[in-house]
């Protein structure tokens, strides 16, 4: 199983861009999906962004399309999150996650980041 740790997190206006990274230790990271999901305060984790293990297929919540890009380095371990033209309803806590199956389901990913903070000031 892998470890992940999240980090690129912090405090940008509104329409800025932040980067956020998720780095996992453990030989398997190429054979998981990897996706990042986020809480705002006073709701539900949700699905955010998804990548498959080859980086080729991604898939986006609509609340975020258009603005975010997933991606990953599988020789680095590493998948990332660029984040544009954010907005205040993006702050949240933000945490990346694994699985071995094509899902978008919170409880279906097998290993969770500690999060990362993103606040957007209107």
């Known amino acids: 199983q892998v470890q992940l740790v999240e980090s690129g997190g912090g405090l940008v206006q509104a329409g800025g861009s932040l980067r956020l990274s998720c780095a996992a230790s453990?030989?398997?990271?190429?054979?998981?999906?990897m996706a990042w999901f986020r809480r705002a305060p006073g709701k539900e984790r949700e699905f955010v962004a998804r990548i498959s293990w080859s980086g080729r297929t991604t898939y986006y919540a609509n609340s975020i399309q258009g603005r975010f890009t997933i991606s990953r380095d599988n020789a680095l371990n590493t998948v990332y999150l660029q984040m544009n033209s954010l907005k205040p309803e993006d702050t949240a806590v933000y945490y990346c996650a694994a699985s071995r199956s094509n899902t978008i389901v919170v409880h279906e990913y097998d290993a969770w980041g500690q999060g990362t903070q993103v606040t957007v000031s209107s």
């Open positions: 453990g030989r398997t990271f190429r054979d998981y999906f």
